[in-house]
């Protein structure tokens, strides 16, 4: 079964919350990088070795959720994209076997709506 490729940002916590899907496509590393390209509003998140620059550490074990700080990553996101509040929001990623990355749409993100009713 295919689990779906998703990466939560909550911008109200100041994290990033990479799925199952996410690690399952980049073979489960145990460092990952977070390239930003401000023109086209996307991200890009690969598998690297510790010795490349800000690299994250990601979880070892059977994880099926990684949680990443980035309360300035997400200061910059929020901005680049132009989003006025600060809404959990999900992004479906597209992985790029050419590249051994999987790339988010942040112009695409959809609001999560969690409050209460």
Known sequence: ???PILMTLNLRDDTILLGEGVL????????VQLLLNKDEKMLLLR???IEEQQALVVPEGGVSLCEISGRS??????????WEDSKPRVCA??????????RFS???AQIIDAEPQ
């Open 73 to 82: 990553l997400l200061r910059k996101i929020r901005k680049m994209v132009g």
């Open 1 to 3: 079964m295919n689990t």
């Open 106 to 108: 942040l112009a695409d």
């Open 47 to 49: 598998a690297c070795a």
């Open 24 to 31: 399952n496509a980049l073979d489960r590393p145990r460092h």
């Open 93 to 102: 990623g597209e992985y790029l076997p050419i590249a051994q990355a999987v």
